[in-house]
């Protein structure tokens, strides 16, 4: 069989977008500024998912896909493919982070207190109709006398010098040799920095459909938040001629570490911990991602195998993989027909003659 | 705000305190300073834009379970760099505004360099208050949700 070149639909084509956009209405500039006011939520998940921190851009890709989450994604991925990258900003360090929520269900007392900041954890899941009869809903927040200190230690530090936690040596690598996911291959025995690097880029969705899997049973471990942080973090860049550190600005980031069971042995028993960051706040990608960072430790179930998990939690591979089962695959399909069509006719044919051959028989007795 | 000379006022903020605040000021107050600063920085000596683009910034965070070092993800970033002399004015904002970033490089040069340092160090402290002062009714509110609690 050859493969047969096709031509057609470049009308169908162009009209078929222009429906798309059309349907969505007008895109203008106010409705992006609306966007970006507004759901800073779904920014921060596009955003994340995008690994690349602009609010504005990320607002505009939403209102030009109409919310489609994953062509967001991929707008703002292919947006940041036109960027030079300009230099790597200082690594951020936990204890640095203008905490502005940070929980632990592990421990009720710890260093700095529990500061729940804002969350809807605690509030009545109820449509508020009210809205939509005209009224104006606002709230407004009874603030303490006095700021909050805004850095709060990570807990696993505590839990270090507690000694629950072996000691670490910190990493010395310069930002610019810290393997990049963007610039070299994910390959496996993963590296500890390409998979937090993936799992922080990783699809809000999958993240939580594999760290469910795990929580709710096909793990081994039984999780429990040791913290979950929401943040504003510095970017500290360097200034090229005097070599100044300075900040450019403050972006939101989220972060979380997940304990489970007792580890090491009787006479030294120790905490294990698993840990997750991503651009924007959003904590239920964070929380999901630890526990898949803990799960990954050990081997089992595929939610625990490191390849099975990075590779299928990529949102622009995997939804563009999904979706490319739209576009035409008739000259393969054709030829699984083809090839069905030939077994079926062989298959008569034997029957056929089978058949031939049991009548010829009986004719002859 | 009374008179206060420029040598203490040059003391007041550090190139680093300075660089924070304008990248965080509001960007039209920051264009606005610097035009109003743009003819003395002309008068003193020619001036060269060497950079004026935008691009990403690489953000490394480091994990605190293992102390691993791994990168977050990009920021978008404007980036502006003047010359004039033998100093080098920088600008980098979050974002993509060109003329704000160029703004930062121009006052930043001009920070170096002691020109309309009277000027500009009025405008830091104007802009470090406002910054600190969101930021205290921030953390404020932030203090009200602290959890006060009981054990039976």
Request: aromatic share 6%; proline share 5%; charged share 20%.
């Amino acid at each position: 069989m050859a493969y047969v070149a096709a031509r057609g639909g470049e009308q169908a084509i162009l009209e078929a977008e222009n429906l798309y956009r059309e349907l969505l209405g007008t895109l203008s500039l106010e409705r992006v500024k609306i966007i970006e006011e507004t759901m800073p939520y779904l920014i921060d998940r596009v955003m994340g998912e995008a690994s690349i921190y602009a609010p504005e851009l990320a607002a505009l890709a939403i209102a030009q896909t109409g919310g489609e989450l994953y062509e967001s994604v991929l707008l703002l991925r292919a947006y940041r493919s036109t960027q030079p990258r300009l230099a790597y900003a200082a690594p951020l360090e936990q204890d640095d982070l203008k905490t502005v929520r940070r929980v632990s269900a592990a421990f009720k007392d710890i260093p700095g207190g529990q500061v729940l900041g804002p969350t809807l954890d605690y509030s009545h899941r109820v449509l508020r109709m009210e809205v939509l009869r005209g009224e104006t809903v606002t709230h407004q927040t009874k603030a303490a006398p006095q700021a909050s200190p805004s850095s709060f230690p990570a807990l696993a530090a505590w839990q270090r010098q507690a000694g629950l936690l072996p000691e670490i040596q910190a990493d010395q690598t310069v930002p610019s040799e810290i393997p990049d996911v963007t610039r070299e291959p994910l390959l496996f025995p993963v590296s500890r920095a390409h998979k937090l690097q993936s799992l922080a880029r990783g699809d809000t969705g999958g993240i939580l459909a594999l760290g469910y899997a795990n929580m709710r049973g096909y793990g081994a471990v039984h999780p429990t938040i040791n913290e979950v942080r929401l943040a504003y973090a510095e970017v500290l860049l360097t200034h090229p001629s005097t070599g100044v550190q300075f900040s450019a600005g403050q972006v939101r980031v989220s972060s979380s570490e997940i304990v489970t069971n007792f580890a090491g042995n009787p006479q030294d028993p120790r905490l294990e911990l698993g840990f997750s960051a991503t651009l924007g706040w959003n904590e239920v990608k964070t929380i999901a991602a630890s526990m898949l960072d803990l799960s990954m430790e050990r081997s089992g179930h595929p939610s625990q195998t490191p390849e099975f998990v990075l590779y299928h939690t990529e949102p622009v591979e995997a939804s563009g993989f999904c979706i490319h089962f739209k576009l035409p695959h008739y000259v393969t399909f054709q030829s699984s027909l083809e090839a069905m069509r030939d077994v079926k006719g062989k298959g008569h044919r034997e029957k056929v003659k089978e058949e031939s051959a049991v009548a010829l028989e009986e004719a002859m007795l | 705000m009374g008179y206060i000379p420029s040598k203490v006022m040059q003391e007041t903020f550090s190139q680093s305190q300075a660089l924070a605040i304008l990248t965080q000021a509001a960007a039209q107050e920051v264009k606005a300073l610097a035009e109003e600063l743009l003819p003395l920085l002309e008068q003193h000596a020619p001036l060269e834009v060497t950079q004026n683009r935008t691009g990403l910034v690489m953000l490394p965070y480091r994990d605190t379970v293992h102390g691993t070092l791994f990168h977050l993800g990009e920021v978008l970033i404007a980036e502006a760099q003047v010359r004039q002399n033998n100093l080098l004015g920088y600008g980098m904002v979050l974002g993509r505004d060109l003329e704000q970033a160029l703004a930062v490089a121009l006052l930043d040069l001009a920070f170096q360099a002691g020109i309309g340092l009277e000027r500009l160090n009025r405008f830091l402290e104007a802009a470090q208050s406002e910054q600190t002062h969101v930021h205290n009714q921030l953390f404020a509110k932030v203090d009200a949700t602290r959890v006060q609690m009981e054990t039976f």
